[in-house]
């Protein structure tokens, strides 16, 4: 067959048209394939554009509703309250012997700042701020857009771009963390500060709130500091000089850096001119001005005497203690029951006009500040920056909370409002602890009896003896009562009385939620150690001790403590505060009872002489923390219950043979107690005095040859004993007495 058969030939052109066919097929299906691919990508990403556009609308729409809501609605900051504070002058009164209201405070402000009208200013420190601070003031509307963007874009938020109008509600509200939310809400009050008041009015009450180092608070204050001159004497360089120290108050200081200032003063100037606010004459002769500050050798005050009081106060200008503690009171109630920021509740008492009817007791307060101001009784030693003398807090208080004096600290006051040891310093309380967390929750559960035989010997704790006595020892392996136990405070008896009777979780509720301790940890402290010799984690204040030993000499009952009556407003109309007593019975009569009068067999005769106040009964109790790093001493008179702490802020051994919280404790009393009218402390009835057994601790019998006297519960009196002889009771008389002469001890 020829190889050119028409047939053959039509039959493979028809094939290879057919492949060529099924190949363009293919081809299509597979565009086909890609462009439906392509299609769902397209669609996928147009859907989240799209999804994002909207959240972004939403968003933007969001924020622009918001901010014309917050911008045109009510005043966020009322600058003309703040500017009408300025000058109110908040009093402390305190009463006196006759019950009459006497001013013993002035709080004026803690920032050193007089108020000053615009219109008394000179135009050229308006001028001067504007150009170096903010030269688009008079043009935007509380934030200044540009210099925003361009301060985002090139330094992403790490610096400032704040109008003068940011800068005042930075000044105002204390906020000045470098957060967006932060910075998104000074921009809502900005744009709302714009809305309601004029630029005048803004640009006052920065001028009068700026810092300016030095202390100093407004443009009055700076230019009497460095210039000793009222703001409208100051020319056009020395308004410059004010200007120059806004960005960094002590690096611009021109009484420390005066170099540093001088740069930027000159750039001031140079800004001002450049801006047209000042001619070029202005200019020279503000370059060419010799400037003559406070510490100038060419400065001449007005009046000498005058300015060198104010500018080197004495320490004894200082408030008192007491005016510190009703500050921090009524702030803390502010917050509380105003809902009012701490700095809120701050500038109420500082710039607020409020009348403060205070707690104290003048002469109580008088004579505290004496004795701790001039370390009256205090042990000797020197008192150098390198070795700092011991420290020590004092509170006192009557029997329904008033607090009447208190002390953070001896010697001379440091400042105002500075360390309180009395109120804010806890420290471990030692053998103070034992009866709040041993003896009178015992009694109050009659576990223990006044006379109650306990064994004076260690326990095995880990497989050790513990705990020690205040002598070394482990004790005598005899049997003590309660009352000598707590005589001459031996540790082992309360570690014993609380594993084999009372329980640790007992004694921690009577200190939380009984005596109100507010630093019991329920973590650290729920241990032998802590609850049963005081070697707690954190500690406690005088403010807090005074406020326990209290309820010993009033029939059972805490008192929340307090130092003022009552707060109102400038013109006294109106009540904001006022003490509402807070009372609760933490312990029966007849447990305080036994506890007031247990506590005055603890003696007290190496402390002083103390010929006014030992006229009166004293239940008290000392304590030592271990290796002597704090001393203590609570305990009252029918009059005032106390408490004192001493020791050093960095803890260290306290070499005193004698306790020097006591000889302070009897000091102080002594002389409060001048005068006082004879009395003692009252007796419910409830427990009575009976003669008990030295050698069993029950009642005593007839055939009882060694007896003493103790006080009961009415209701809970000891067995009548029985089985005593009269060789027993001698052997055990002449025990006691050897006690008494061998084993007493502070702690």
Known sequence: MSEHNPKKLLQALLHRKSQSNALKEGSKKKKRKARRQFGTVMNVLLSCLLVCGLTIVIVLSYVFFNILSVKNGDVIIDLEEKKNRQNQTSIVYAYDDKGKAVEIARLHGTENRIWVDIDEMPNNLTKAIISLEDKRFYSHHGVDWVRFMGIITKYNFTQGASTITQQLIKNLTGEKDITFYRKYNEILTALNMEEHYSKKTILEAYLNTLYLGSGCYGVQTAAETYFGKNVSELNLSECAVLAAITKYPYKYNPLVNAEKNRTRQLE??????????ILQEEYDSAVEYKLVFTNSAEYVSKNKDKDSKEQKPKTDDFQSFYIDYVIDCVVKDLCEQHGLTQQQATEEIYYGGLKIYCAQDINVQKQLDNVYNNRISFPKEKDTEKNPAAQSSMTIMDYEGRIVGIIGAAGKKSGNRCLNRASDSPRQPGSTIKPLATYAPSFEKNLLHWSSMVRDYALMVKGKPWPKNVNGTYGTNRNVTVQYAIQVSLNTVPARVIVETLGIETSMDYLKNKFHFSNISDTNDCYLPPMAVGALYYGMTTVEMASAYAS??????YYEPYCYYKVTDSKGTEVILEHKSKSEQILSPATADIMCEILQTVSTSSYGSGS?????PIYCKTGTTDNDKDRWFAGGTPHYVGAVWYGYDKPKEIK??????????????????????????PKSGLAIEKQYCTKTGLLASSSCKSTKTGWYKTTDLPATCSS????????????????????????
């Open 656 to 681: 005193s043979s004698v306790n020097p919280a006591g000889k302070i404790y009897i000091e102080v009393f002594n002389r409060i107690h001048k005068g006082l009218e004879k009395k003692d402390f």
């Open 552 to 557: 010993f000499g009033n029939g059972g009952k």
């Open 724 to 747: 005593c002889s009269a060789a027993g009771g001698l052997i055990d008389a002449i025990g006691d007495i050897l006690d008494g002469e061998n084993g007493e001890s502070e702690e």
């Open 268 to 277: 001031c100037l140079r800004g001002m001119l450049e801006q047209g606010v």
């Open 612 to 616: 006014n106040v030992r006229k009166f």
